[in-house]
Every structure is written in structure tokens, then in C-alpha cells.
């Protein structure tokens, strides 16, 4: 029953969203859902468009997502980065997409922040200013100074935000599960779990204190790094609906004759921001992924100061091998290694021909490293091989769909401050490194090493679990004699020592092999 009323609820906000896609004529990213077309050819017949016919598909569905509100705003931001579902035109259209909204009335803001803290707004700031200094869907930030006299900026989560995202999440959801049991051709892109990464991405916006420990987990990453900045965390004046960092000050990235006229270096620049970026992504699996040029200013010194860290995104250490392994085979023109980086990933089915999918990855990568330096695009070489995939039943990635979008705007920032420049290019010689550190001889050393000593450290264990066991056992009412005992530990004890003693020397053999390596 509740399934049906449910459906039923998800159905009429259906209905009410396809007529504000349709006013925009906006309604062709639903064409493919098999179960809504005679729906939606009704709602084209009742609504007009009212949009000029001049404007492309991707800027009418930009204008409706506008008007459907924040969740919309979000989900196609989001969709920006699937050129392989829209398009490349009508994902570039989305990605124009911006996170404002008018703010909400200050006595609200510091309504929240007393009812947070439980104290009048005078006990935690000296001053605090009324007018907002950003508004988004999510929160707006005010400007204030500390009772013990530091600048701060105060975000706080925008009034009822939770209650209308988790109905439109709640639709969303539905949709996914709709389209993966009415058009198996879509499956592969694993629409729900695309769906849930986007929920668990907005439900953790939804508690600052995660945005807090994100920033502060950041911040530790790049301890001691002069070219990279991230506020201070006011822990004191933090709660779930209100987060308060150490106000930045600084010119916004893309400002290039601020800068330049504020005497920064624009090679310096991008030679920060591509080695920033990288760290973020390979060396600590842990980045911002919210980097338009809003979010990211240049302080007095020339580091580069970030804020904004409701999302961001995670990639394991085998994503990231494959990421860095993936790139370097492109940039090299090695398309073999490429595909067999994606084979071996489990991205592309072993049933699957691996010359085919070579010969593939050359059709896309031979376009593109034909161009001038300064035009080559990463970001435009994941969404030409997303493309592709469909053919060789390769699924959707949820974990690189942040990373993608974040590659889209860290370009656009490269492109912004110098458009002869590829920041990929400045990153190359950092990502050689890594890759030899992590994935050279003596980096497949120490993961041996590793191995061995977590094999070593089981034997206790395994030797607990024997005496377990035998106490169970005697628990059971079962009785053990002495000479079963004995050959059992005999047998045990021979079984020990075969796994033991080879483990040990091949230790041994590891540490000589390491001595002469390091000492070489």
C-alpha cells in the first residue's frame, strides 16, 4: 500500500516537473523512459513552449532546472559532467549552472544560530554583519568577528532545505529504479547508484559538522605546503546548522588582471594549482570537488585559498592507479596499456575484446593529442571514452563522476588565467613521480614486504582460532584424548612450520633485496 501511494505522489510530481521542462521545451532527456512517453507526449500537447526556439536543448534544460529549485539546480550540475548521457553541448550548457538563490531573512540566520548554541548571538560574535555575503540552495554566509576579535565567515543551513530535498531525492530515487526495470539498455549506467551517490553527496551537506571535518581533513593533508590554503575551523562555533572557519581574503582565481596587477606570477599559479590538484587526487585520494572560481582565491602570498567544502569526493587507492596508469597511456599514445588498465580494473568484461577496445581508445585519443598543447582537455578525454563504452558494456563509475566535474573546472580556471597553457602538461612530471614511487620496483617491494608481515602477524590469530575451536568442542560435550590431542598439535605444528618457515625466508630474502636497493 505504501508502495502504491508512494508511486502515486512520485507520479503527480512527475507530472508537474514534465510541464516545467515542457514550457521549456526541455522535456528530450525523459524520451528515453519507456514507461512515461505516452505521459509525456500528453504534457507536450497541453504546454507550449515559451522559450525562443534560437536557445539550444542543454540552455532550455538549464532555464527549467533553474525554476524546479535547489535539488534541480544540483542534479544538473551533476549531469554536467555525463556528456556520454546528454551530450557534449548540452553538458557544457549545464555546467553554467549556478548554486544562488535569493537569501533568507537575517533574523532567521541569527534566530538558528542562538537556537544551535543555545546562546544569545552576542556571546559568540562582537559583530556580525546582516547582509549576507553569499546565498546557495543549501546555506548562506555571513561575515562576522569573533567575541575574542578574529574575522570569520558564518555559513548557515538555509531554513526547511533538508524537508525539500529529501522529497525530491525521494523522486529521484524512483525515477532511477523506473528506468532500471523498464530500459535495460540504461542499466549499465547504474542509475540508482548514481542517485545514491548524489544523496549521500547532499545529505552530508546537510550536517556542517561534516563539512567542518572535511575542511579540517584537508587542511592536514597540505600541512606545511605554502601554495595551499584552507580556513581554520572554529569548532567552538559549529553545530550541525551552522559552520565557522577563519574568513579568507584574497582575489578570486580568475581575476588575471587582479592578479597580475597584485604582482602574482600566473606560471606560478598554474604550477600551484595543477600540483595542488594532483595531491588532492593521487596522493591523498581525498579532494575538493567543488572548484569553480568562486571557491578558490589567492592570498597575499600567492597560495591558493579554498572554501566551500560541502563536496567532496574519495577515490581508492586501485581507482587511483587506474586514473594515473589510464592518463599517462594516453598522453604516451600507449593505447594498449589503456585498455588493458581497463580490463584489468573490471571495467570492461573480460568477454570483450581487448584489440577492439585498443583500437578504440586510439579513435579517441589520436583526435585529441593531435591538437595544439593548449587545447588538450582531460575532462573532454573522459567524456569521449564514457561515450564509447556502451558498445563493450563498460559501467558507469559513481566514484569518478565528482572527479570528472572537477577536471571540467580545474581546466576552465587554466584556460581563465592563460589559455596557452595546459595545466595537465605542469602536472605530468608530478604524476611520473608518483607513479614511480608508487608503482616502480622498489614501490612493488615494500608491497611485498607489507604483505609478508600481515601474513606473519596471522599466525597468532590462527593459533587462537585453533584453541577456540578445541574448547568449543570439549564445551560440545566432545572428548579429546591425549593422543588425539597430540597428533592434532603435531599435525598443527608440521602445518606451522610449512607456512612459517617459507614466510621467513622470504622475509629475509625482501629485506636483502631492499638493503641493496637502498644501498646500491
Same mark, same amino acid.
Request: proline fraction near 5%.
Given at each position: ?15 508537474? #516537473? ?28 497541453? =504546454? ?18 533553474? /525554476? ?8 544538473? =550540475?551533476?549531469?554536467?559532467? +555525463? ?16 548554486? +544562488? ?5 537575517? *533574523? ?9 548554541? %543555545? ?13 549576507? @555575503?553569499?546565498?546557495?540552495? #543549501?546555506? $548562506? ?7 575574542? %576579535? ?69 587542511? %592536514? ?25 577563519? &574568513?579568507?581574503? %584574497?582575489? &578570486? ?31 591523498? !585520494? ?7 572560481? !568562486? ?32 592518463? #599517462? ?25 581487448? /584489440? ?22 582531460? @575532462? ?10 556502451? $558498445?563493450? *558494456? ?19 580556471? !587554466? ?17 611520473? $613521480?608518483?607513479?614511480? *614511487? ?5 614501490? $612493488? ?29 570439549? +564445551? /560440545? ?5 591425549? /593422543? ?37
Amino acid at each position: 500500500m505504501f508502495g502504491l501511494i508512494r508511486g502515486c505522489r512520485n507520479l503527480a510530481r512527475l507530472v508537474r #516537473i514534465a510541464a516545467t521542462l515542457a514550457r521549456h521545451d526541455a522535456l528530450f532527456p525523459l524520451d528515453r523512459l519507456t514507461g512515461v512517453a505516452p505521459l509525456l507526449r500528453g504534457v507536450r500537447i497541453v =504546454q507550449r513552449s515559451r522559450v525562443e526556439a534560437r536557445a539550444r536543448p542543454g540552455e532550455r534544460l538549464a532555464a527549467a532546472f533553474n /525554476e524546479l529549485g535547489p535539488s534541480f539546480v544540483k542534479l544538473g =550540475q551533476m549531469l554536467s559532467t +555525463r556528456a556520454d548521457l546528454l551530450g557534449d553541448e548540452v553538458a557544457a550548457d549545464l555546467a553554467s549552472l549556478q548554486d +544562488r538563490l535569493p537569501p533568507f531573512p537575517t *533574523e532567521q540566520a541569527r534566530a538558528l544560530i542562538e537556537a544551535e548554541f %543555545g546562546q544569545p548571538i552576542k556571546s559568540l560574535f562582537a559583530s556580525f554583519d546582516d547582509v549576507p @555575503a553569499a546565498a546557495a540552495s #543549501i546555506a $548562506q554566509v555571513h561575515f562576522a568577528v569573533t567575541t575574542d %576579535g578574529r574575522p570569520v565567515a558564518v555559513k548557515v543551513l538555509r531554513p526547511g532545505i533538508a524537508r525539500a530535498f529529501a522529497r525530491d531525492l525521494e523522486l529521484f530515487l524512483w525515477l532511477a529504479q523506473l528506468i532500471e526495470r523498464t530500459t535495460p539498455a540504461l542499466r549499465r549506467l547504474k542509475p540508482v547508484e548514481v542517485v545514491m551517490t548524489f544523496t549521500e553527496s547532499v545529505q552530508l551537506e546537510m550536517d556542517l559538522r561534516f563539512e567542518a571535518a572535511a575542511a579540517s581533513e584537508l587542511a %592536514g593533508n597540505f600541512t606545511g605546503d605554502p601554495t595551499f590554503r584552507v580556513p581554520q575551523v572554529d569548532w567552538r562555533r559549529t553545530g550541525r546548522t551552522v559552520l565557522t572557519t577563519e &574568513r579568507v581574503s %584574497g582575489i &578570486r582565481v580568475d581575476d588575471r588582471d587582479g592578479l597580475i596587477a597584485a604582482g602574482h606570477s600566473i606560471p606560478d599559479l598554474l604550477q600551484n594549482a595543477a600540483a595542488s590538484f594532483f595531491n588532492q587526487v593521487f596522493r591523498d !585520494g581525498f579532494f575538493h570537488a567543488d572548484l569553480h572560481p !568562486g571557491n578558490v582565491f589567492v592570498d597575499a602570498k600567492g597560495a591558493l585559498a579554498v572554501v566551500d567544502f560541502g563536496i567532496m569526493g574519495r577515490l581508492d587507492r586501485a581507482t587511483r592507479y587506474y586514473l594515473a596508469d589510464m592518463l #599517462i597511456g594516453f598522453l604516451t599514445g600507449d593505447y594498449r596499456r589503456v585498455a588493458v588498465v581497463h580490463f584489468e580494473a573490471g571495467y570492461v568484461p573480460r568477454r570483450q575484446s581487448i /584489440e577492439a577496445f585498443t583500437q578504440a581508445c586510439r579513435s579517441i585519443g589520436e583526435p585529441i593529442l593531435d591538437l595544439p598543447l593548449h587545447e588538450i582537455s582531460i @575532462a573532454k578525454l573522459l567524456a569521449q571514452l564514457f561515450q564509447v563504452t556502451e $558498445q563493450f *558494456e563498460m559501467e558507469t563509475q559513481p566514484q569518478l563522476l565528482l572527479l570528472q566535474k572537477t577536471m571540467v573546472l580545474v581546466e576552465g580556471i !587554466g584556460r581563465k588565467l592563460d589559455p596557452g597553457v595546459n595545466i595537465w602538461t605542469l602536472a605530468r612530471p608530478i604524476v611520473e $613521480q608518483w607513479m614511480l *614511487e608508487n608503482r616502480g620496483p622498489e614501490a $612493488q617491494l615494500r608491497i611485498q614486504i607489507d604483505t609478508l608481515i600481515d601474513a606473519l602477524q596471522q599466525v597468532p590469530r590462527v593459533l587462537r582460532g585453533i584453541d577456540r575451536i578445541v574448547a568449543d568442542l570439549s +564445551r /560440545e560435550g566432545l572428548k579429546l584424548h591425549a /593422543e588425539s590431542i597430540a597428533a592434532q598439535a603435531s599435525h598443527w605444528a608440521r602445518l606451522l612450520m610449512l607456512l612459517v618457515i617459507p614466510l621467513w625466508l622470504a622475509g629475509l630474502s625482501l629485506v636483502a633485496l631492499a638493503l641493496a636497493v637502498i644501498f646500491r
